[in-house]
């Protein structure tokens, strides 16, 4: 949808296109809370007191959450069998 459609329209936006934004909304909102909190719970049990208020400041859908994971906390989310 155009910006000056919208401005025209008084601000309303198309339903069909709502239809499409709310679920994909949800998604992101719920990726980046499971994320957020995996990391911030990590950080607040190695006394990362840094890097808990970075994660805790910066909304960035769960990438600085999972490199802070991987590679500082070095968290693994699947265990070797060997």
């Known amino acids: 949808m155009h910006y000056l459609n919208y401005i025209q329209s008084g601000g309303k936006v198309d339903p069909k296109l709502l239809m499409y934004i709310v679920p994909a909304l949800t998604v992101f909102v719920l990726w980046s809370l499971f994320w957020k909190g995996m990391a911030l719970w990590h950080s607040a049990k190695r006394g990362d007191k840094i890097w808990f208020i970075v994660l805790l400041v910066l909304n960035t ?3 600085v959450e999972i490199c802070y ?8 989310f699947f265990k070797d069998k060997a």
């Not at 994971?69 to 693994?76: E, G």
């Open 61 to 63: 859908l769960g990438i």
């Open 69 to 76: 994971l991987l590679f500082v906390a070095k968290i693994k």
